[in-house]
């Protein structure tokens, strides 16, 4: 083809041209991405250009009747690998030969035929490119599982099989039937209640007014069938939820899926299909996500439109309304949070936040009608629904702003202000606002009755239990000053329950407390026959807490060596260990003492084994990159470019400016002769996005292959007010705390159930 490039200023440009050299190939010919890329090198700067030529060269491949296996297809573009992988799964998965399908279409397995292992009872569900099978599974005392066939299972259970959650559905088994090009995904019976359906039966009526309802729908949708699985279901939990009213039993509902799309992020995927219908409601009360089939890796670039029409952001459906344009279509967190919004909406309501959707039209119609209707933004759900006070409203509202960076920054944050709404003072808020005439015509007729009304409701409700439960609600709330002292009303009776102390112990530890909170751990220890890891994992994080401030803010503490503090959490730390609980956290925090006391490479070695373990944070990955980097530029050696290619993740600010500076330390050491140089750019870039441009200034100056480079030109050029943030030094980080992740209150020893 000859050389048709001389200068390439941005992505677009190379996309352009690599369409003009593909129409200078009869589409009745072959292309070898390879030599074009050989014969035009500066196309490999761009990874979308890349996958351009790639994939056209595939897909013209397959249509010449070659069997192209995409796995040995993509190897050949190293730099692209994971990106061209997924893109020629999907392909594989929606584009099947035609011819093919015509001389031999797929047979799908049957009930009362035996698959894989599995007697396949009843149908449960079916999709375009699935059936899904209550099943038993006779080498297993006929274990009764849910089995999704499909085509491409291995992905589902791939992604699934990195995400362990109370609110994820998880993963049993996944087995391949070679002859069919069929995948089996085993998974527990958990009932047949979707979201979607108890919601649609719950608002048949009229509005519920109680937990009650919900239920009620649950029960009928799974027939009270003896097959469901209920191991980790608490019947306390559903005669609370009962009890409560509709409006906080579906903000729990939510806040358990935010929950559980938070930790899908931190794990780097998106679930990127979040609705009604794929989440089941169990006979508990528990939200389970499921579904990930079309989850994809955070913050890659996708030219697949995933996900369900009215569940879509804006910027995924500007996508399929403008195909051709250059627009960007990374996948991100901010695409499931405004999915979550809709679902949200949708549970509190019964209704879409932007209208039904015709059924009629072509998908292009449908995304510029509902784009067009995203852009004036929802009625606002206090308006629909006149129980739900005006912040809930506020919260979903912004959660569906048509711009992405209108919405919270994570699904934490949702989780944090949903679990807010639980707290004692909102649900005040919500029971006056939709009793109103009452409560002001009581007040009217007699005020001195509604307060005698009051003492006798305080009366009915023993000391301890309500103490508790209002401590337990501040606690979910964040309000962790009054969770203390609620915990300390019942602690002058009880001195000694274990229970209690850990409760405030974390409540102290939440409000920085630290001292307090060392002595509630000790003493709730000291009435344990065996002491407890996570009592002993708190306290070690508590006193590496004490010496960050003491080292930072001298003046805070007197008297005290910073590093004598760390070596204390050390030794703590390791007894946490000894004593069973060998979490991420507690390997991680070893790491953060042994790096403070001046021994780098031994925390190297355990933050190795905290990346072993299942609750492993993006922050660990972040120092192993940072003190492996340091260590390998003493030795002179080349870093383990592993480490680096874990440090990307969902969007922090903090974490994301330390990443970039790794980056940009490597590449003020390297030239761009270098066959990873363009690979670093690229993922340099990546992660700078959303950081203001100050900082991405700042990095610039570290490495002349970066402030050179258009793509980051055009970051540090973009017009933005920041506010600057003070950001950690590149070689220290804070400790974890090792319960990091849980906001509902632990039992250390088992509550006695009279």
């Known amino acids: 083809m000859g050389n048709l490039i001389n200068s390439i200023g941005s992505a677009d440009a190379a996309n352009d041209l690599v369409s003009e050299l593909i129409r200078h190939f009869p589409s009745s010919h072959l292309i070898d991405a390879k030599q074009v890329l050989a014969e035009n090198p500066e196309l490999r700067d761009y990874d979308s250009a890349v996958l351009g030529l790639a994939y056209e060269q595939f897909c013209r491949q397959v249509e010449a009747g ?37 001389a031999k279409p797929l047979k799908w397995p049957e009930a009362g035929e035996h698959f894989l292992g599995l007697d396949l009872i009843e149908p449960l569900g079916q999709g375009a490119f699935s059936r899904v099978f209550l099943a038993s599974e006779p080498e297993i005392g006929d274990r009764f599982v849910v089995a999704k066939i499909c085509r491409t299972g291995a992905l589902e259970a791939h992604a699934l099989g990195r995400l362990q959650h109370s609110n994820i559905v998880r993963v049993i088994n996944v087995r391949r039937d070679e002859l069919s090009g069929l995948s089996v995904v085993y998974m527990p019976y958990l009932g047949r209640a979707t979201l979607m359906e108890v919601v649609q039966q719950a608002f048949s009526k009229q509005r519920p ?12 949708l799974n027939r009270m069938d003896a097959r469901i699985e209920t191991i980790g279901e608490d019947p306390k939990s559903r005669r609370r939820f009962e009890r409560a009213p509709f409006i906080d039993f579906a903000i729990e509902i939510a806040a358990q899926l935010a929950e559980a799309l938070e930790y899908t992020h931190s ?45 879509m952001s804006p910027e995924q459906l500007e996508c399929i309304v403008k195909p051709e344009a250059p627009i960007s279509r990374q996948v991100t967190p901010a695409c499931d949070i405004f999915a979550l919004g809709v679902t949200v909406y949708q549970l509190l309501s019964g209704r879409l936040p932007f209208g039904a959707v015709a059924k009629d039209a072509e998908n292009r119609e449908l995304a510029r009608i509902l784009l067009q209707k995203q852009m004036s933004g929802p009625l606002p759900l206090s308006k629909v629904n006149p129980d739900v006070n005006d912040s809930l409203s506020d919260l979903v509202t912004r959660c569906l702003a048509s711009e992405a960076i209108g919405r919270p920054a994570t699904a934490g944050e949702v989780a944090k202000e949903l679990r807010r709404e639980l707290a004692a003072r909102r649900k005040v808020e919500r029971w006056i606002k939709s009793r109103r005439r009452f409560v002001f015509g009581c007040a009217a007729a007699s005020t001195a009755a509604v307060g005698a009304a009051g003492v006798v409701w305080l009366a009915w409700e023993p000391f301890e239990m309500r ?38 112990g974390r409540a102290n530890l939440k409000s920085e407390n630290y001292k307090q909170a060392i002595a509630d751990f000790h003493k709730a220890n000291e009435h344990l026959p065996v002491c407890d890891g996570r009592l002993t994992a708190c306290i070690a994080y508590c006193r590496c807490r004490q010496a960050a401030d003491l080292r930072f803010n001298p003046n805070d503490v007197g008297g005290v060596d910073w590093e004598k503090l760390y070596r204390s959490a050390l030794a703590t730390n390791l007894l946490a260990i000894q004593q069973g609980y060998n979490s991420g956290a507690a390997y991680h925090n070893c790491a953060v003492c042994l790096c403070e006391v001046g021994k780098r490479r031994q925390a190297i070695e355990y933050l190795k084994q905290a990346i072993l373990r299942d609750d492993v944070t993006r922050a660990t990955y972040v120092l192993l990159a940072v003190l492996d980097y340091s260590d390998a530029l003493t030795q002179n050696v080349a870093p383990n470019v ?34 990873n140089t363009v690979h670093l750019i690229n993922r340099t870039i990546a992660i700078c996005r959303g950081l203001p441009s100050f900082e991405v200034n700042e990095l610039g100056e570290r490495s002349e292959l970066l402030r050179t480079n258009p793509e980051f030109i055009k970051l540090a050029n973009k017009d933005d007010k920041p506010t600057r943030v003070k950001h950690s030094r590149i070689d220290w980080f804070d400790a974890l705390d090792p319960l990091g992740g849980i906001e509902e209150p632990l039992c250390i020893v088992p509550l006695q159930v009279n």
């Not at 007014?209 to 009928?220: I, Q, S, W």
């Not at 990127?272 to 079309?294: Q, Y």
């Open 66 to 102: 070659e069997d192209v296996d995409p796995l040995e297809f993509a190897a050949e573009f190293p730099s692209q690998q994971q990106s061209l992988l997924r893109m020629l799964q999907v392909h594989k998965q929606l584009n099947v030969d035609d011819a093919l399908l015509d």
């Open 209 to 220: 007014n109680c937990g009650k309802r919900l239920f009620e729908v649950v029960d009928k």
């Open 267 to 311: 794990r780097g995927l998106c679930h990127c299909d979040v609705k009604p219908s794929n989440v089941l409601l169990t006979s508990g009360g528990r939200a389970m996500l499921f579904d990930f089939n079309l989850a994809a890796e955070n913050q890659i670039q996708s030219d697949e439109i995933r996900g369900t029409i009215p569940y």
């Open 467 to 504: 103490e508790t439960r209002l401590g337990h609600i501040a606690y979910r709330a964040g309000e962790y000053e009054h969770a203390v002292g609620h915990y300390s009303q019942i602690l002058t009776k009880t001195p000694n329950d274990v229970n209690l102390l850990f409760w405030r």
């Open 642 to 675: 592993e480490y680096i290619e874990m440090v990307q993740g969902p969007f922090d600010p903090a974490l994301n400016y330390q990443a970039a500076r790794i980056f940009a330390e490597i590449l003020a050491h390297q030239t761009d002769q270098e066959t």
